[in-house]
């Protein structure tokens, strides 16, 4: 029924939800887009790919193709780059092999140019192939992943990351999943961000938080500081299109790494499909979306905002 739904919104009405949240089309309007961030706001980037369903080799082959030219275009860059990569659009759906030597060569090619790259999670059929790949290839080359805090699953793969020296982005997760595997309320979730967040900072790994729940990143960075830890093991990260300025250029002045999640399109279609499969499995975007909208007209007119969100730096008891 809901998919039903989804499907009859009409096109210019998703694009309208889209816009906010996609640089454009063309991987010159990503990198654009990570320009100007960085430019004008100090913000970092991790630039992604949003493509339909992959489902045949060719497919994957011209997915690789378009991230081997983004790498070539980003070398010119001056930002600190990055990019995100979702498994299956290297063909983890349809060979593991094949996805594992996609990955391996796109991060030959983009850490010798200097781009870092994280490796992202789909949903949670996907979990233990994903991770798979991680393990594997972590100690080879210097990239991160993602954990999804809704999971049951995800103290144990926290605990399974054990020596590799991680960089994991801890999210709650977008993909709805079923309540015998996953917490169904969002407070659960964003506790569990912060439980996580302690548990990777306790076990040696570093943690990209990635919720643009204010409490949620008070609560990681109090466990970050109060640790007498800083910068170089935390960042922060938000999805281009929602807006968080303030607590972004907080978290800048204090020092900390501030990323959005820059994805660009091939074409319209394919970022509009891509939100449609997205509204069908979370229809709460479309709250989402129209709740952001409403506070970037009102938030100007009103004098909210002059205190900081963040508390000042705890002190840190040495013993
Ligand atoms: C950089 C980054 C990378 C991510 N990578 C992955 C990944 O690899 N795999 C994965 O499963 N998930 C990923 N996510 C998505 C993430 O899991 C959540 O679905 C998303 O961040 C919303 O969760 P929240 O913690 O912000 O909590 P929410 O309760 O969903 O949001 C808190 C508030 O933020 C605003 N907000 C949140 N999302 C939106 C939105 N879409 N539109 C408008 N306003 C919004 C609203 O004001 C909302 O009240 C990523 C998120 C970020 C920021």
């Known amino acids: 029924m809901r998919a039903f739904l989804v499907n009859l919104m009409p096109s210019f009405l998703v694009k309208f939800f889209a816009r906010a949240y996609v640089a454009g089309v063309g991987l010159d309007c990503g990198i654009k887009k990570a320009r100007d961030l960085w430019e004008r706001q100090s913000i970092a980037s991790t630039i992604d790919m949003l493509g339909e369903e992959v489902t045949n080799r060719e497919e994957v082959d011209n997915i690789v193709q378009i991230y081997f030219s983004l790498v070539k275009k980003m070398k010119e860059e001056s930002f600190p780059k990055h990019i ?119 076990n040696h790994h570093k943690v990209d938080v990635a919720t643009h729940d204010h409490k949620c990143i008070i609560n990681a960075l109090e466990e970050v500081e109060k640790r007498g830890l800083g ?56 709250y989402l979306g129209g709740l952001d909208f409403l506070g970037r007209i009102i938030q100007p007119l009103t004098k909210r905002g002059r205190k900081p969100i963040l508390p000042p730096k705890p002190e840190v008891v040495s013993n």
Not at 268 to 276: S, T
Request: with cysteine.
């Open 231 to 286: 910068p170089e093991v935390a960042e922060f990260q938000f999805l281009l299109g929602v807006p968080r300025e303030r607590i972004q250029h907080e978290l800048i002045e204090r020092g900390y790494t501030v990323r959005l999640y820059v994805p660009f399109t091939i074409e319209w279609k394919c970022a509009i499909a891509y939100l449609r499969r997205r509204l069908i499995e979370n229809p709460s975007m479309i």
């Open 84 to 202: 995100s990569i979702k498994p299956t659009s290297l063909g983890l759906d349809i060979d593991k092999e094949l996805c594992q030597r996609n990955l391996e060569e796109i991060l030959k090619v983009a850490l010798g140019e200097g781009i870092t790259v994280t490796l992202d999670m789909e949903d949670s059929k996907y979990t233990d192939a994903t991770l798979e790949l991680y393990k594997k290839l972590k100690p080879n080359y210097e990239f991160g992943t993602v954990l999804q805090s809704r999971l049951f699953r995800t103290k144990d793969d926290v605990l399974g990351l054990s020596g590799l020296d991680a960089r994991v982005r801890m999210c709650i997760g977008v993909y709805n999943e079923d309540k015998s595997i996953a917490y169904t309320k969002k407070s659960e979730m964003k506790a569990k961000i912060v439980e996580y967040t302690k548990l990777l900072l306790d």
